[in-house]
């Protein structure tokens, strides 16, 4: 019996700061392996986009951990507290559908 190990593939994380307010942009697998960089990218924006506009893009997430949901709502909850807005950019259904049944998409401003 042979054991086939599959490479982890970490989140990229690119935050940009912008005319409109910062974008968070994420893509690749943010699975348990990327909670803790998805975190980092997360308590960045909290800590500098107080009062700010932020956009979190999760379109081209190939794979989105509920950890990761509950990190993006709780983001949106400090910003919020602190008079951000938050908006989350995503156009995967099956993504949408998930933010749906966690009853977040009340919570976050969501485009899809």
Do not use: N
């Not at 986009?49 to 951990?65: E, F, N, Q, R």
């Amino acid at each position: 019996m042979s054991t086939t190990l599959l490479p982890v593939v970490q989140p990229i994380v690119d935050r940009t700061d912008g005319p409109h307010g910062i974008v968070l942009t994420l893509t690749g697998a943010a699975d348990l392996g990327g909670l803790p960089e998805v975190e980092r990218a997360l308590r960045h924006v909290v800590t500098r986009g107080s009062g700010a506009t932020v956009t979190i893009d999760i379109d081209g997430l190939t794979v989105v951990h509920d950890a990761v949901i509950g990190m993006i709502a709780g983001a949106a909850a400090d910003l919020s507290a602190s008079g951000g807005t938050v908006t989350v950019i995503c156009r995967r259904r099956a993504t949408t559908e998930r933010f749906e049944t966690l009853g977040l998409h009340r919570v976050l401003g969501k485009s899809s």
